[in-house]
Nanobody
Framework: QVQLVESGGGYVQAGGSLKLSCAVSGRTFTRYSVGWFRQAPGKEREFVAAISWSGVVKYYADSVKGRFTCSRDNAKNTVYLQMNSLKAEDTAVYYC?????????????????WGQGTQVTVSS
């Protein structure tokens, strides 16, 4: 069984920073790409960022480009999402998702495994 666990969410003021972590585990799950998605109350889930297995290929939604940075440490089986210059509009539950494709994508349907999410609240 593959499990993803997000952590690092919390409450921050606008303009502040927060770093999310996604820990991935599973006996037969060794190489994977990871995507970050978020969903605010009353809104549909949207793509935030993605990173390939190598960490070389990255994708960012226009709304977060320049503010968010995705990275990973495969030795620790952990993917990170550094969020800077946070805005109230960034408030949402953030999810990480993994797929065995080595290069990720921007749509949720390609990801096979999902975490339970972590709440990020940004005050205005």
């Amino acid at each position: 069984q593959v499990q993803l666990v997000e952590s690092g969410g919390g409450y921050v003021q606008a303009g502040g920073s927060l770093k999310l972590s996604c820990a991935v585990s599973g006996r037969t799950f060794t190489r994977y790409s990871v995507g970050w998605f978020r969903q605010a109350p009353g809104k549909e889930r949207e793509f935030v960022a993605a990173i390939s297995w190598s960490g070389v290929v990255k994708y960012y939604a226009d709304s977060v480009k320049g503010r968010f940075t995705c990275s990973r440490d495969n030795a620790k089986n952990t993917v990170y999402l550094q969020m800077n210059s946070l805005k109230a509009e960034d408030t949402a539950v953030y999810y990480c998702a993994a797929d065995e494709r080595l290069v990720g994508g921007t749509t949720g349907d390609i990801y096979d495994y999902w975490g339970q999410g972590t709440q990020v609240t940004v005050s205005s």
